[in-house]
């Protein structure tokens, strides 16, 4: 990731918390944006993905774990390419996923589990790590490069009743 990062951190106490991130997150951030989604097993990254896919138009039972197939789309109001790299064993099957061209594309790209391909990743990118602090509360704790400065900075002052 680049030198110049811009952090936040917001709070989720339940599932209506993290919708209502969810749909201020993708309010500020542009298409064509790789989303890297960090966190342990069932913290919540999938439901993330939900939440920003039902805010552009998808009904939530469509979306879920890629776990097994690997990769998901939901064709929304921007098409949402939905990756769990945890099966991944290298770089190349990696590659032939075609990420090359989900990147480039003009929709969203949300990768669980990124940190296993960090230097695959676009220089420019977000990084959403998501810590378990009970069963139902979450921390999202955003890493932005410098193109989503703004929009970090956006989204905590949408969910100003979130930050903590």
């Not at 918390?17 to 097993?41: E, M, S």
């Not at 955003?142 to 989503?148: A, L, Q």
């Not at 703004?150 to 903590?164: E, S, T, V, W």
Request: contains cysteine; hydrophobic residues 40%; glycine residues 6%.
């Amino acid at each position: 990731m680049s030198t110049n990062i811009t952090t936040g951190s917001l709070m989720a106490h339940s599932e209506t918390d993290t919708d209502t991130v969810a749909r201020a997150f993708i309010k500020h951030i542009p298409n064509n944006t790789t989303i890297g989604l960090t966190g342990t097993l069932g913290a919540g990254k999938t439901r993330f993905v939900q939440g920003v896919a039902v805010a552009l138009g998808a009904r939530s039972e469509q979306v879920t774990s890629p776990t097994f197939v690997i990769c998901n789309q939901y064709p929304v109001e921007k098409i949402i390419y939905h990756l769990d790299a945890y099966r991944i064993q290298d770089e190349d099957e990696f590659f032939e996923l075609g990420v090359d061209e989900m990147f480039s594309s003009d929709g969203y790209v949300f990768i669980e589990w990124a940190e296993k391909f960090e230097t695959m990743m676009p220089r420019e990118r977000i990084t959403v790590t998501i810590d378990v602090l009970s069963a139902t509360s979450r921390r999202f704790h955003f890493n932005v490069t410098p193109k989503y400065q703004l929009a970090i900075k956006q989204l905590l002052l949408d969910c100003i009743d979130l930050q903590g």
